[in-house]
């Protein structure tokens, strides 16, 4: 009920490209779905979230897609660029109080030139 | 500049020994949290506190302990009884739940 299963794990995409990133969730209780970037060596960065409320969210080059009835979101990357590899992590917020996170196992996006 | 401060970066404890990292914000954030990172596991939540002398268990508290004595201080003690400690271990602290996670820049822990 808590988890959160997110695809690819892997993900090489060619510079100027689309990179998305799935994830899914069980848990219907969950309010809150942020997108975390980690570079090798160093903690998670917040980089966009939505409520389930709202279907889509852009943030520059970021958008996150979000689809309630099939318990589904999405992170899209338009115009990916090298510096964008890095490892993203998908994320939900239990409504169970203690503002607690459970995080996807992951993606790591490679940028090729 | 405010942040999440984990010390130290490196840390190598022989099998046995209790170890323990250390987590300062100056953020004045209300709520801290431990994650373990492990290669193709994501994040899991080690414990969590909301206030200062107060603190709960997340899903993997087995052979880990905690104290939250002051706002910006919460320590994490990996002891003996944890069986595989050897992990990338991730402070973090929030403002309140319309906010985001600050997370530390993490502490590599290797048993040997």
């Known amino acids: 009920q808590q988890q959160v299963k997110q695809s690819p794990q892997s993900l090489i995409v060619q510079k100027g490209g689309i990179s998305i990133i799935n994830c899914a969730y069980e848990n219907t209780a969950f309010d809150y779905f942020p997108w975390y970037q980690q570079f090798p060596g160093k903690g998670p960065a917040l980089l966009i979230a939505?409520?389930?409320?709202?279907s889509e969210k852009k943030e520059g080059r970021f958008t996150i897609s979000f689809n309630k009835s099939a318990k589904q979101f999405s992170l899209h990357i338009m115009d990916s660029q090298p510096g964008d590899s890095a490892t993203y992590f998908c994320a939900a917020r239990g409504a169970g109080g203690g503002n607690k996170l459970t995080f996807g196992t992951g993606t790591q996006l490679k940028v090729e030139l | 500049d405010g942040g999440i401060t984990q010390s130290p970066k490196y840390l190598f404890r022989k099998e046995g020994q209790n170890v323990t990292l250390s987590c300062e914000q100056n953020l004045n954030h209300d709520a801290m949290y431990w994650y373990r990172q492990d290669p193709g596991q994501g994040l899991r939540l080690i414990y969590y506190?909301?206030?200062?002398?107060?603190?709960q268990k997340g899903d993997i508290a087995e052979g880990y302990s905690v104290s939250r004595e002051k706002k910006e201080s919460f320590p994490l003690t990996v002891t003996s009884a944890q069986k595989n400690p050897t992990a990338f271990y991730l402070c973090?602290?929030?403002?309140?739940?319309?906010?985001?996670?600050?997370f530390g820049s993490g502490t590599r822990l290797t048993v040997v």
């Open positions: 973090a602290s929030t403002l309140s739940s319309i906010y985001g996670y600050t």
């Open positions: 939505i409520r389930p409320d709202v």
């Open positions: 506190s909301q206030i200062v002398n107060d603190f």
